[in-house]
């Protein structure tokens, strides 16, 4: 008797673990062909591009204190940058763009150095920085992109073209410098200084929201362009 309920008890044991293998075996299958369903199908479909926009300052400094960058006429930089980097993520995903922020509000925890890793986390196409320029004098006005890698040189040139052109600024050209957001990037990388927050008319129209939709368009237009311009069996146009 003792015998049969031990021979009874491995075969129970024995059809569980029957059951637990088909079971593994199964959801393994399940899973071989979901992941053989993904490997045919992702290469048909084209990837929307991925855009890294950093609204300039808004970190804490050394000294704890809240970087707003240059003030001048009570209108703050990174007040300026913020609204502009808010309103190109609008338009760029509406150009089918993914856009990321480094700040989406007054604040954020990351340096400049983590600002531009954050593009290549992320695997993004583009980083763009957004600044306004500024200096002692109220005179020198109009705009610029600057750059550091030469793999960006064009995306600078083509944006300056279209931001000079929408905007109907002065012409400061494309500036090829070290600045730390754009030696750390790992991808294209370019930070706009889109006029003279020291200078009194570029200043008010800094602060205008019709104004800032123009030229988040205008930056739109050019990364698009840009994009597009690279398109290859490996990264199809979107
Ligand atoms: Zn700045």
Same mark, same amino acid.
């Given at each position: 008797?003792?015998?049969? &309920? @031990?021979?009874?008890?491995?075969? /129970?044991?024995?059809?569980?673990?029957?059951?637990?293998?088909?079971?593994?075996? *199964?959801?393994?299958?399940?899973?071989?062909?979901?992941?053989?369903?993904?490997?045919?199908?992702?290469?048909?479909?084209?990837?929307?591009? @991925?855009?890294?926009?950093?609204?300039?300052?808004?970190?804490?400094?050394?000294? *704890?204190?809240?970087?707003?960058?240059?003030?001048?006429?009570?209108?703050?930089?990174?007040?300026?940058?913020? !609204?502009?980097?808010?309103?190109?993520?609008?338009?760029? =995903?509406?150009?089918?763009?993914?856009?990321?922020?480094?700040?989406?509000? =007054?604040?954020?925890?990351?340096?400049?150095? =983590?600002?531009?890793?954050?593009?290549?986390?992320?695997?993004?196409?583009?980083?763009?920085?957004?600044?306004?320029?500024?200096?002692?004098?109220?005179?020198?006005?109009?705009?610029?992109?600057?750059?550091?890698?030469?793999?960006?040189? !064009?995306?600078?040139?083509? &944006?300056?073209?279209?931001?000079?052109?929408?905007?109907? &600024?002065?012409?400061? *050209? @494309?500036?090829? !410098?070290?600045?730390?957001?754009?030696?750390?990037?790992?991808?294209?990388?370019?930070?706009?200084?889109?006029?003279?927050?020291?200078?009194?008319?570029?200043?008010? /129209?800094?602060?205008?929201?019709?104004? !800032?939709?123009?030229?988040?368009?205008?930056?739109?237009?050019?990364?698009?362009?840009?994009? /597009?311009?690279?398109?290859?069996?490996?990264?199809?146009?979107?």
């Amino acid at each position: 008797m003792m015998g049969r &309920m @031990i021979a009874m008890k491995t075969i /129970r044991i024995h059809i569980t673990a029957l059951l637990i293998a088909l079971t593994c075996l *199964g959801i393994s299958f399940v899973s071989w062909r979901a992941h053989n369903h993904y490997r045919i199908k992702a290469p048909s479909v084209s990837r929307r591009p @991925i855009a890294v926009i950093d609204a300039g300052h808004g970190a804490f400094t050394d000294w *704890g204190l809240l970087d707003y960058g240059a003030t001048h006429y009570g209108i703050r930089e990174a007040d300026v940058t913020i !609204q502009v980097t808010n309103r190109l993520c609008e338009s760029l =995903e509406s150009n089918g763009w993914i856009a990321v922020t480094t700040r989406d509000g =007054e604040f954020t925890p990351l340096n400049l150095i =983590e600002r531009s890793h954050l593009a290549s986390h992320i695997g993004a196409d583009v980083f763009v920085s957004i600044h306004t320029n500024s200096f002692r004098s109220p005179h020198p006005n109009g705009l610029s992109v600057h750059y550091w890698g030469d793999e960006s040189e !064009q995306l600078a040139q083509m &944006m300056q073209a279209i931001l000079c052109k929408r905007l109907g &600024m002065k012409d400061r *050209g @494309i500036v090829k !410098q070290p600045l730390t957001a754009l030696v750390w990037a790992s991808t294209s990388a370019v930070l706009v200084e889109l006029g003279f927050i020291s200078n009194p008319r570029e200043a008010q /129209r800094l602060a205008n929201e019709t104004f !800032q939709r123009k030229a988040a368009n205008a930056i739109a237009e050019a990364l698009t362009l840009w994009i /597009r311009s690279k398109c290859n069996e490996s990264q199809p146009c979107f």
